[in-house]
């Protein structure tokens, strides 16, 4: 039976607010949104026109729509080429009606290793993919080089908090093809510093995209909901997909349930190459 005291502070103390503990819990804590990387990148005040690298891609989403909201001359890069593919094709779809695309490519290329001259970026963007390079300081030196003097670089970045258990980050970085090490700011903020960049900006968001999915779409109540069934039932869904596409499944779905708990921060960077460097 528990004490004495914990029966009076839960089923009594507690239970005199309870209500009014809920009512204020339901009432948003009004949390950013990932919109606020390109009002970050607005703040930066880079002319139509200016060169930008976006590295890591993907599919090229951000890439068309910083092109478009900003009018840069931008080239993104990807490892994938199924990702450069389905990005040049839907660059083609949309270039006759929306001409200010005209100035954007893509083309195969990895962060460690960037495809342009020295000194050639006014910006780079980088959204959600360091934690997958093998040699993090060799991808900051990279910003470096490829940045003209006081050029700019937006990192989005995800990491572990004190939060996570041992052995849930062993199985889930692993699983979603994370460094290790890359999931520590002091590590990522270390490999900045070495490159010879500058951090001008640190946003830490915690909890707050997180939160920001469940009020707007429900992502992070969805993403729990299939974590139960993928829990509840792995033979259902690996006897179709395979294992690995299961266990990269519950992955996914528990990435965003840990974000939305704490167990995982993001981190927007904005950082500099300083001028006369």
Known sequence: ??????????????????EEYKELLDQSLSPRGPSMLYETAARLGLDPGADALDVGCGEGRHTLELAQRFGWRIRGIDPVQRHIDIARKDLADRVQAQPELDAVSFDLGRAEALPVADAS???????????????????????????????RALVYQMFCTDRIEPREAAWLLPTMGCV???????????AIHAAGLQIDECHVLGTEWGQYGEEHSGKGSRNLLHAARLLSDPDRYIQRFGDGNYQIALGDCLWHIYRLIGKLSDRVYVLSRPTGS
């Open 1 to 18: 039976m528990a004490d004495e005291a914990f029966l009076s502070r839960s089923y009594d103390a507690f239970a005199q607010v309870e």
């Open 121 to 151: 970026m006014s910006l780079i963007w980088c959204r959600d993919v360091l934690v997958h390079v093998d040699a993090l300081p060799t991808a900051f030196a990279e910003f470096r080089r490829a940045l003209v003097p006081g050029g």
């Open 180 to 190: 290790e090490q890359n999931m520590r700011p002091d590590h990522a903020e270390a």
